[in-house]
């Protein structure tokens, strides 16, 4: 069955650290990949993707994931995290083409402190 | 402004009861969604629909049911069934094959 495994379940850094969450996933095809990000009383929403193309790809404030095929993972990084950072991190897979189911890890809480 | 909307934020029921959480979207997207959020289990999908009047189980629809009568709304009832039924819901959309799916706030049910 897919399955997607986030390693790190709580994460705590200072501001200015840099952080790096890891994300693990199990299907034997093509997929696409994706970073959420759930702020504190906020929705759910887009941090980054990847469909196909470079392996890097940046999202949105200062975040990039790099697809390691070979590794099966797509790790998420920042490289100087900010108090506003604080927030509930999930790592989804879908296959490619065909209906978009994702398929969601557990999270990963990061909590940053001043 | 174009989005997902989701009601009430709040919901507590008695056990024994069925409840319906509300899902409605203006985005003019084909594809719904439910999932469920527990702590340390991130999201996990109830029920899926690509197309008005069709829907398909996803992995935990025990004790769930839907309906998709219109386009821009996916109501899920919570079933006396479903022997573990406090959890976030959160309902999400997406245009079919489009890969992203965009969320709503969420509603918190508490079966008490």
């Known amino acids: 069955a897919q399955s997607v495994s986030q390693h790190n379940h709580h994460v705590i850094l200072s501001e200015a650290a840099s952080l790096e969450l890891g994300c693990n996933y199990s299907y034997g095809g093509t997929v696409n990949l994706f970073w959420y990000v759930q702020y504190p009383g906020q929705h759910l929403q887009l941090l980054l993707k990847y469909f196909s193309g470079d392996p890097l790809v940046k999202g949105i404030k200062g975040f990039e994931a790099e697809f390691i095929k070979s590794k099966f993972s797509f790790n998420l990084r920042k490289p100087s995290v900010q108090w506003s950072d604080t927030a509930e991190y999930f790592c989804?897979?879908?296959?490619?083409?065909?209906?978009?189911?994702?398929?969601f890890g557990a999270g990963t809480r990061l909590a940053v402190h001043p | 402004d174009g989005g997902i909307t989701q009601s009430p934020k709040y919901l507590f029921r008695k056990e024994g009861q069925n409840v319906t959480l509300s899902c409605e979207q203006n985005l003019n997207h084909d594809a719904m969604y439910w999932y469920r959020q527990d702590p340390g289990q991130g999201l996990r999908l109830i029920y899926y629909s690509q197309i008005v009047n069709d829907f398909q189980k996803g992995d935990i629809a025990e004790g769930y049911s839907v309906s998709r009568e219109k386009k821009e709304s996916f109501p899920l009832t919570v079933t006396s069934a479903q022997k573990n039924p406090t959890a976030f819901y959160l309902c999400?959309?997406?245009?079919?094959?489009?890969?992203?799916?965009?969320f709503g706030p969420g509603t918190r049910l508490t079966v008490t």
């Open positions: 989804a897979v879908s296959p490619s083409g065909g209906y978009n189911k994702l398929i």
């Open positions: 999400a959309s997406s245009v079919p094959q489009a890969g992203e799916q965009y």
